[in-house]
C-alpha cells in the first residue's frame, strides 16, 4: 500500500479524500450528540430515516430510537408526546408518522 501511495498520486488522494470524509462524518456525529439538543436529534434523525425509506411511516419503537440516540426511552417517549401535541408527528404502535 505505502508503495502504491508512492507510485500511483491518484491512488493517495483517493485515500486521503475517503479517509477525509469519514473523519468529517466522525466529527459532525460527535458534535450533535455533544452540542444539539436531544429534541433537535430526535427530529433530525426522523426526518432523515423518513428521507431514507421514501415514506412518512417509520416503524421504530421508543426503545429502538434511544438506543439510536443514545438516551432513554421515558426521555424519548416525553419528546416525542410532545411533538404529537404540536402536531409534528402521530405516534400509532410500533410506528412514528412526521406529518
Known sequence: ???WQLK???????LIQTF????????GSFESVAFDPVEKRV????????RQEGT????ISHQQLA???GTTRVVISRI?????????V?????YIRLK
Request: positive net charge; without cysteine; glycine residues 4%.
Open 1 to 3: 500500500m505505502n508503495e
Open 8 to 14: 500511483y498520486p491518484s491512488w493517495n488522494a483517493f
Open 20 to 27: 477525509r470524509s469519514r473523519y468529517d462524518e466522525l466529527l
Open 43 to 50: 427530529m433530525t434523525y426522523l426526518a432523515n430515516r423518513s
Open 56 to 59: 412518512d411511516k417509520i416503524a
Open 67 to 69: 438506543y439510536e440516540l
Open 80 to 88: 416525542l408526546k410532545s411533538f404529537e401535541q404540536q402536531g409534528k
Open 90 to 94: 402521530m405516534l400509532l404502535r410500533g
